[in-house]
Nanobody
Framework: QVQVVESGGGLVQAGGSLRLSCEASGRVLSLYTMAWFRQAPEKEREFVATIGWSGRRTFYADFLKGRFTISRENAKNIAHLQMNSLTPDDTAVYYC????????????????????WGQGTQVTVSS
């Protein structure tokens, strides 16, 4: 079993930045795929970004338009999501998820691709 804990959410004005962190524990995760999803009020949860075991392979949702950056610190089993140029549309609960396999050819973007999830961290962007 892997425990996943997100942190770093909060209230920020439009145009501002936040850095979310995700710490996973319970098993060696250096080979795992990690990802961020988000769920806005009254909307379904959606994929945001994913990162492979080495940290070199990343993939982002199209709507981000280069505003977010995912990274990881394998020695600490931590993933980060740097969010810049935030807008009210980015208001959501952000979830971190892990998968116990990695791929050199596939980017995992579906909820069902991931096994372990955190409780989420609230991000609120005011206009």
């Amino acid at each position: 079993q892997v425990q996943v804990v997100e942190s770093g959410g909060g209230l920020v004005q439009a145009g501002g930045s936040l850095r979310l962190s995700c710490e996973a524990s319970g098993r060696v995760l250096s080979l795992y795929t990690m990802a961020w999803f988000r769920q806005a009020p009254e909307k379904e949860r959606e994929f945001v970004a994913t990162i492979g075991w080495s940290g070199r392979r990343t993939f982002y949702a199209d709507f981000l338009k280069g505003r977010f950056t995912i990274s990881r610190e394998n020695a600490k089993n931590i993933a980060h999501l740097q969010m810049n140029s935030l807008t009210p549309d980015d208001t959501a609960v952000y979830y971190c998820a892990t998968r116990d396999t990695a791929s050199a050819t596939t980017y995992y973007t579906r909820e069902n691709d991931y096994v372990d999830w955190g409780q989420g961290t609230q991000v609120t962007v005011s206009s």
